[in-house]
């Protein structure tokens, strides 16, 4: 395909998309291969889209009739990203890091067979340095969460949220491979508890939650004799610990938990409630933010929660969403004052849920 690129106010009515077209945030806004319409053209300002990339062949010329397309409105954020090349090919990526990791999980908490952290650590770099940026890895994440291997998915989502929120935090180099790989096998001693106890559709007896709540000492048993820093040792023990005392398994505060411990427990509590389980389906992502900025204050180091606060409703800026009242609209603005309550444009008129309080995001579509 022979692309040439134009502004956006050259492009004209069934020219066709040359690659996926991203705006500033890094959010897809078109896949390659979009015949351009009147009202697509007509959004790429809005977008801020100042130059457009389209298929410059003779077949791909316009006609003086526009060829018929779907209107942009009617295929949302999550459509297009699953429709473009990027998303497949991580896709791909995605599952074969799943298999690996699993097999690594598997066999270290069966077996004892050293665990290969070089191996497992550069299938997640290759995951994240695949992505234009780090907010992209959100996207690619909210359309993954249909897969069966929970531990082994939960385990490579999180050293991905880590990851991201190291980077965020400023940390680098080594550093940021030992919280990544600490991210991967934080929860392997959930290996150890019985599927009919993590998968239990009701709620959990005392001794079955006990039992449950036990994975962080039985995963770190694992670990122990493990030639692997020990720092990841550190997160595989203390990641549900909160910083006012409330977690477990030592109702530690904040000075006794660990940097990277505290990091890893965001993303874990990130990614388990927006996760869709066996007894539940999953959590409006803005349902989580909530009860982050509602509790997080107390429960999670203060500056590592806000800076992912503040990241993260960035990363919905541009989805569509459906509200609590049956419509359907796009985020056009995140409120500083309140992230889980942003502005959503429906049709012609922008709703500011911070002066609504009967309404709010139910559903990222």
């Not at 995605?94 to 290969?116: C, F, Q, R, W």
């Not at 340095?129 to 993954?144: A, G, Y």
């Not at 991905?160 to 991967?184: E, F, H, M, P, R």
């Not at 709010?360 to 579509?365: D, G, N, V, W």
Request: charged share 25%; aromatic share 8%; net charge negative.
């Amino acid at each position: 395909m022979a692309k040439k690129l134009l502004f956006s106010f050259e492009v004209k009515p069934g020219m066709v998309i040359a690659e996926d077209l991203y705006n500033p945030a890094g959010q897809l806004v078109l896949p390659a291969g979009f015949v351009l319409d009147e009202a697509t053209i007509s959004k790429l300002e809005y977008y801020t889209i100042l130059e457009v990339p389209v298929d410059d062949s003779p077949a791909s010329i316009p006609m003086a009739k526009p060829v018929e397309t779907a209107h942009l409105d009617n295929d949302n954020y999550s459509d297009r990203l699953k429709n473009s090349v990027e998303f497949k090919q991580f896709r791909a990526d995605y599952e074969v890091s799943i298999s690996h990791l699993a097999n690594i999980l598997n066999e270290a908490s069966t077996t004892g067979k050293p665990i290969d952290t070089e191996s497992i650590y550069k299938d997640a770099e290759h995951l994240i340095n695949s992505s234009k940026n780090t907010i992209h890895i959100f996207d690619f994440i909210h359309n993954l969460r249909n897969y069966d291997d929970i531990i082994a998915t939960h385990c490579q989502n999180v050293a991905l949220i880590s990851n991201i929120l190291g980077q965020w935090l400023g940390v680098t180099g080594d550093d940021l491979k030992v919280l990544t790989t600490a991210g991967l096998l934080h929860d392997i001693g959930k290996l150890t508890i019985p599927q009919q106890i993590l998968n239990k559709p009701g709620r959990l007896s005392d001794e079955e939650y006990a039992l449950m709540r036990d994975h962080v000492k039985r995963g770190y048993q694992l670990l122990k004799e493990q030639p692997i820093d020990i720092r990841i040792k550190e997160v595989c023990l203390l990641h549900h610990e909160r910083c006012d005392g409330s977690g477990y398994p030592f109702h530690a505060e904040a000075s006794r938990i660990t940097p990277f411990a505290k990091i890893v427990a965001i993303a874990d509590v990130y990614d388990a409630m927006t996760a869709r389980r066996s007894y539940r389906g999953a959590l409006c992502p803005f349902d989580v933010i909530q009860m982050f900025d509602e509790e997080g204050l107390n429960k999670y180091d203060p500056h590592y929660i806000m800076t992912f606060l503040n990241r993260i409703t960035s990363s919905y800026l541009h989805n569509n969403v459906r509200l609590n009242d049956g419509r359907e609209g796009e985020i056009v603005m995140i409120n500083p004052m309140c992230l889980y309550r942003p502005m959503v444009r429906v049709g012609s008129e922008f709703i500011d849920l911070l002066k609504n309080p009967n309404l709010k995001i139910e559903a990222i579509l």
